[in-house]
């Protein structure tokens, strides 16, 4: 397997995540972003993913974009380490809280979306800091409500992480929205329940394996 991956990315940092803790081996090939107007933006990467984003995971029966749909891939295709729950309304609690990042979080503080709010908007960066501050905090708001009442209701619904006391698909997105989060000035540590399951995965080497800063194309120090 290859990914196609840029170090900062919270999608492609989901499935760095995913791929760790089922223990598989892939090719990591980097997507940088930023250099020269972007290379997702180039003929090359489009063939593969015409939407210009990642993370891309090509296979055997060829490429897959959308994390979501990866994570999903993984799981029915490796099911032996699952990261989806046995019963079918916890999975339901699972993806529900990953869609609840990924579906109402991340589109908002994508980078497309700042560079046309900075570029075609006019919007200066102290307007644009208040934009995602103000929708990725709303955002993890939510998600620590669902989590604590999710717990108070039913303690399989709760445990040591988003959903029971395994990971699952929740955790592994999770895990890159609070990363995303402290750069755009909102800190997790405001959402107890988030910052517990937060330090708990990054406590696993699968979740410290992806972290940003542990990937080849990351600049030195991070930025």
């Known amino acids: 397997m290859k990914l196609y991956s840029y170090w900062r990315s919270s999608a492609a940092y989901r499935v760095r995540i995913a791929l760790g803790l089922k223990s598989l081996p892939y090719e990591y090939v980097a997507v940088d972003l930023l250099r020269d107007g972007g290379d997702q933006r180039r003929a090359e990467y489009l063939r593969l993913n015409p939407g210009g984003r990642v993370p891309t995971l090509v296979v055997e029966g060829g490429a897959i974009v959308q994390s979501m749909a990866i994570l999903e891939w993984l ?3 490796f099911p032996a380490i699952p990261l989806l729950p ?3 309304f916890q999975r339901a609690r699972v993806r529900g809280l990953a869609q609840m990042i990924v579906s109402d979080i991340q589109p908002l503080q994508n980078l497309s979306v700042t560079e046309y709010l900075r570029n075609e908007g006019g919007w200066p960066p102290e307007r ?3 934009w ?3 929708w990725v905090g709303a955002g993890l708001a939510a998600v620590e409500q669902s989590l604590q009442e999710s717990a108070q209701a039913s303690p399989s619904s709760g445990g040591s992480f988003c959903v ?3 990971p699952t698909l929740a955790d592994a997105c999770l895990v890159p929205q609070c990363y995303a ?3 755009f000035g909102v800190d997790p540590a405001g959402f107890p ?3 517990a399951i937060e330090a708990r995965c990054l406590a696993l080497e699968a979740f410290a394996a992806a972290v940003p ?3 080849p194309d990351a600049p030195p120090g991070g930025a």
């Open 75 to 77: 799981e029915e295709r």
């Open 86 to 88: 046995a019963e079918a």
């Open 128 to 130: 644009v800091s208040a």
């Open 132 to 134: 995602l501050q103000r």
């Open 164 to 166: 029971g006391d395994m």
């Open 181 to 183: 989060a402290r750069r």
């Open 193 to 195: 329940r988030i910052a």
């Open 213 to 215: 800063e542990r990937q």
